[in-house]
């Protein structure tokens, strides 16, 4: 969780923040790495977090189409469902936003719940 909260931190000040004039110690993608070795699937939603950030068109496309590959490797995660909405909602694809929750309504039923609340 430390990881994660150094990657968004680290994102934050790259490229929403840029007015403070403060240079991260750590490149984003460090922290991904790390994040993936301790768990490959949540490594690959890092690298879609930092695809986002960018704010690259081309590197938001290529962040859903590896988040559609988490939810066909692993339905049962939510967290690629969750970032694949985020995504669509920041595009205001709100359709494509009731996809997303509605498959995750119907696949996603075997996570414990202690785990996400």
Request: glycine share 2%; net charge negative.
């Amino acid at each position: 969780m430390l990881l994660w909260c150094l990657l968004i931190l680290t994102l934050e000040l790259l490229y929403r923040h840029k007015d403070l004039d403060i240079t991260p110690n750590n490149d984003p993608k460090a922290y991904s790495y790390s994040i993936k070795k301790i768990d490959e699937y949540l490594g690959y939603i890092s690298w879609t977090e930092i695809y986002t950030y960018s704010g690259d068109t081309t590197k938001i496309a290529d962040a859903k189409d590896l988040l559609w590959e988490l939810i066909a490797k692993d339905p049962n995660r939510p967290e690629a469902y969750c970032k694949l909405w985020k995504i669509y909602t920041m595009e205001k694809k709100y359709d494509r936003c009731l996809e997303i929750c509605e498959r995750l309504f119907l696949e996603g039923t075997e996570f414990e719940d202690n785990e996400y609340t």
